[in-house]
């Protein structure tokens, strides 16, 4: 193929600065088409592996025969609109590239169950709105893929890094382990941070637990003492936690290698009252989902919400899940919404993907599904 051997030229033809320090590993993997630096990578990944004998348990490798395989059985289905379709995947712009994959992931889950999947192709004229696919001509579906980070998330995170480095520096002097949570009415600030650094000195210090809260400073601070320094326990001793949804939260132990023993568990939760940028932008493309289909039809809107820590999949989920539900009273056009989130794990035998969707039904749609019709990321 031409344009994936000019653009692999492009990739082995460039020389980075000699001083590393210039150039974050992001700025060097945006100079690439994102679809041929992934290719790139899985083809030298597989000469390593065969070269060397071993197994091919790269992420790259899991990435691109996934991609591949979807593509395969489209092509084995001829379904109409995937020539245009693998056009997109090669546009010079990365978020169509990566809002294409995920149809084409969506359109061949369908193709599988032997559905007739068909790509509606965009009209020139941009008053005319298409959805992206069409299921037994009968079923439009929009899809949506959400950006990774926003500005503002990656500003929150890493105040809140900073909190948990420190804290942790904190609970090491004073031979403490603690689950702590933070909230605050506002984004956190610099000025947030080290507030919260220094009442969590004098509570931890102090031996308190419990709420706490700082109204002046719109801060509440919630302390569990965990266990004992270098405390050996079994891996269920800790039953502390919480169902709310955060809007990051980690858990800091050390195993014991061949036991169920953990030592010196510490869990950090943030929450910032003020709905996160992602969450708004998922109600945001369900809206403008509705504007691209007919009205004509029932309709099924995907979101890939596109988390970003795996232990937070779950509850991120069901908090957009309720909002969702609340904001398709008045979209009587969109028969249901499934929201969509994976992550690649890494085992023994290599990267397996995991999935999670949660579908959230229109209860007084325009036009209710087939009866015998299955949506795909339905439990």
């Avoid at 004509?296 to 989920?317: G, T």
Wanted: charged share 30%; glycine share 4%.
């Amino acid at each position: 193929m031409d344009w994936l051997s000019t653009q692999f030229e492009t990739i082995k033809s460039y020389r980075p600065p000699h001083d590393q320090r210039k150039l974050s590993y992001i700025d060097y993997t945006e100079r690439f088409h994102p679809l041929a630096f992934l290719i790139y990578q899985a083809e030298r990944q597989v000469e390593f592996c065969l070269k060397n004998d071993s197994p091919p348990r790269y992420l790259e490798i899991v990435k691109a025969t996934r991609l591949g395989e979807c593509l395969f059985v489209l092509k084995e289905q001829k379904a109409k609109g995937l020539s245009q379709k693998m056009n997109d995947l090669i546009s010079s712009n990365p978020e169509q590239v990566d809002k294409s994959i995920y149809e084409v992931e969506v359109a061949a889950a369908y193709a599988r169950k032997r559905d007739v999947v068909e790509f509606i192709e965009t009209q020139s004229d941009l008053s005319l709105k298409t959805p992206d696919l069409m299921i037994n001509n009968t079923v439009e579906i929009e899809c949506k893929k959400k950006e990774r980070l926003t500005k503002r998330d990656k500003r929150n995170i890493e105040h809140w890094k900073l909190i948990m480095r420190k804290a942790s520096n904190i609970m090491d002097k004073l031979g403490s382990n603690c689950a702590v949570v933070i909230k605050t009415k506002r984004d956190p600030s610099r000025q947030n941070v080290d507030f919260v650094l220094e009442q969590l000195h004098r509570l931890i210090k102090g031996e308190k637990s419990g709420k706490f809260t700082f109204a002046d400073n719109g801060i509440g601070i919630t302390l569990v003492k965990l266990a004992k320094p270098n405390q050996e326990i079994p891996c269920n001793a800790i039953e502390w936690g919480t169902s709310e949804y955060l809007d990051y939260e980690v858990w800091l132990m050390e195993r014991k290698k061949g036991t169920n023993l953990i030592r010196n568990p510490r869990f950090f939760g943030f929450k910032s009252v003020i709905l996160s940028d992602r969450v708004k932008s998922v109600l945001e493309s369900i809206k403008h989902a509705n504007e691209q289909l007919s009205g004509e039809r029932p309709s099924l809107v995907y979101v890939d919400v596109n988390i970003v820590e795996r232990n937070m999949m779950n509850k991120e989920l069901a908090a957009i899940g309720d909002l969702t539900r609340h904001l398709l009273i008045n979209i009587s056009r969109i028969s249901a919404v499934v929201l969509t989130a994976e992550f690649y794990v890494q085992e023994p035998s290599g990267y397996h993907c995991l999935h999670r969707a949660r579908v959230i039904e229109n209860q007084k749609p325009k036009y209710s599904l087939p009866q015998n019709f299955e949506i795909v990321g339905r439990a």
